[in-house]
C-alpha cells in the first residue's frame, strides 16, 4: 500500500524541502495558500494538491480530506516570525501569531486523526518548534508563546494517540527560508547570528528536512514525544566566552 504524506505548509522552505525528501517515500499531498507553486511542486514530486488557509477551519479540512481515507503522516510546517518588545504587542499580535502556529497545528491533527488512524502501521505527526522556546531570547514573546503552545500539545497528542500514532517536534535555529529572509537577507546580519551558532552556519531547510523525513519514516518507529533541536549546536553551546 503506497504511503501518503500530507504536508500543511508544503510550499515553504522547510516544507518544500521535506515534501521532496518525503516524495521517495510514497505519495506527498501538499496543502497552501499559493495555487500556483503548490500546482509545480506537486507536478515535479507526482504528488496532489489542495489550497487552503489554515484560518479557515472547513476549507483545511476539506484539503485534508482530499488526501484520501488514510495518511501514514502529517506535517504542520506554518510558521510566523514577528519579532517585537512586548511594549509593541497587541492582542491581535497575539491572536494572529497563536492561530497560524498553535490553533492551525491542532485543526490539522483533528481533522487528520482518522485518516492518521485508518492507516496500516504506525502513523506519524511532526510538528515544528523554535530554539527560542527553551533559550529565551528578546523579542520573541509572541513566537516563543505560539510555539511553546506547539511542545506542550506534541507531548499530550504523543501520550493520548500511543501506540497507533507517533507525535514528535522539531525545534529549529535560524533557518534560510522565505520566512526568515528579513532576517537573513543582511549579509552583516546574517553572519553575525551565525557566529552565535556553534557551527558558525545558518541552518538550511534541508537540514530539518533530514531530520523531519526521517521521524516520519518506520526507521523512528521507537521515537516519539520527542523535542528535538536541529539548531546547529545553539540550545546547548557556547563556544565563546
Same mark, same amino acid.
Given at each position: 500500500?503506497?504511503?501518503?504524506?500530507?504536508?500543511?505548509?508544503?510550499?515553504?522552505?522547510?516544507?518544500?524541502?521535506?515534501?521532496?525528501?518525503?516524495?521517495?517515500?510514497?505519495?506527498?499531498?501538499?496543502? %497552501?495558500?499559493?495555487? !500556483?507553486?503548490?500546482?509545480? /511542486? &506537486?507536478? +515535479? @514530486?507526482?504528488?496532489?494538491?489542495? =489550497?487552503?488557509?489554515?484560518?479557515?477551519?472547513?476549507?483545511?479540512?476539506?484539503?485534508?480530506?482530499?488526501?484520501?481515507?488514510?495518511?501514514?503522516?502529517?506535517?504542520?510546517?506554518?510558521?510566523?516570525?514577528?519579532?517585537?518588545?512586548?511594549?509593541?504587542?497587541?492582542?491581535?499580535?497575539?491572536?494572529?501569531?497563536?492561530?497560524?502556529?498553535?490553533?492551525?497545528?491542532?485543526?490539522?491533527?483533528?481533522?487528520?486523526?482518522?485518516?492518521?488512524?485508518?492507516?496500516?502501521?504506525?502513523?506519524?505527526?511532526?510538528?515544528?518548534?523554535?530554539?527560542?522556546?527553551?533559550?529565551?531570547?528578546?523579542?520573541?514573546?509572541?513566537?516563543?508563546?505560539?510555539? %511553546?503552545?506547539?511542545? !506542550?500539545?506534541?507531548?499530550? /497528542? &504523543?501520550? +493520548? @494517540?500511543?501506540?497507533?500514532?507517533? =507525535?514528535?517536534?522539531?525545534?529549529?535555529?535560524?533557518?534560510?527560508?522565505?520566512?526568515?529572509?528579513?532576517?537573513?537577507?543582511?549579509?552583516?546580519?546574517?553572519?553575525?547570528?551565525?557566529?552565535?551558532?556553534?557551527?558558525?552556519?545558518?541552518?538550511?531547510?534541508?537540514?530539518?528536512?533530514?531530520?523531519?523525513?526521517?521521524?516520519?519514516?518506520?526507521?523512528?518507529?521507537?521515537?516519539?514525544?520527542?523535542?528535538?533541536?536541529?539548531?546547529?549546536?545553539?540550545?546547548?553551546?557556547?563556544?565563546?566566552?
Amino acid at each position: 500500500m503506497t504511503k501518503t504524506y500530507v504536508i500543511v505548509g508544503g510550499t515553504g522552505g522547510i516544507g518544500t524541502a521535506l515534501a521532496r525528501r518525503l516524495a521517495g517515500q510514497g505519495k506527498v499531498h501538499l496543502i %497552501g495558500r499559493d495555487a !500556483g507553486k503548490l500546482e509545480a /511542486l &506537486a507536478g +515535479e @514530486l507526482s504528488g496532489s494538491f489542495a =489550497v487552503a488557509d489554515v484560518t479557515d477551519r472547513a476549507a483545511l479540512e476539506a484539503a485534508i480530506t482530499a488526501a484520501g481515507p488514510a495518511i501514514s503522516g502529517l506535517c504542520y510546517a506554518v510558521g510566523t516570525i514577528n519579532l517585537k518588545p512586548v511594549s509593541r504587542i497587541t492582542d491581535d499580535d497575539v491572536t494572529r501569531n497563536f492561530e497560524l502556529n498553535a490553533l492551525g497545528a491542532f485543526r490539522a491533527v483533528q481533522a487528520a486523526l482518522p485518516a492518521l488512524k485508518h492507516g496500516e502501521g504506525v502513523s506519524s505527526i511532526l510538528l515544528f518548534s523554535t530554539v527560542a522556546v527553551a533559550q529565551g531570547f528578546s523579542s520573541h514573546v509572541l513566537i516563543s508563546m505560539a510555539k %511553546g503552545a506547539i511542545e !506542550g500539545m506534541m507531548l499530550s /497528542l &504523543a501520550a +493520548e @494517540l500511543a501506540p497507533k500514532v507517533r =507525535v514528535n517536534c522539531i525545534a529549529p535555529s535560524l533557518t534560510k527560508t522565505p520566512l526568515a529572509e528579513e532576517l537573513t537577507s543582511s549579509e552583516q546580519m546574517a553572519t553575525a547570528i551565525a557566529g552565535l551558532h556553534a557551527m558558525q552556519r545558518l541552518g538550511e531547510a534541508d537540514d530539518v528536512a533530514a531530520l523531519g523525513a526521517f521521524l516520519m519514516s518506520e526507521e523512528a518507529s521507537w521515537i516519539t514525544g520527542q523535542v528535538i533541536g536541529v539548531d546547529g549546536g545553539r540550545a546547548t553551546l557556547r563556544t565563546k566566552g
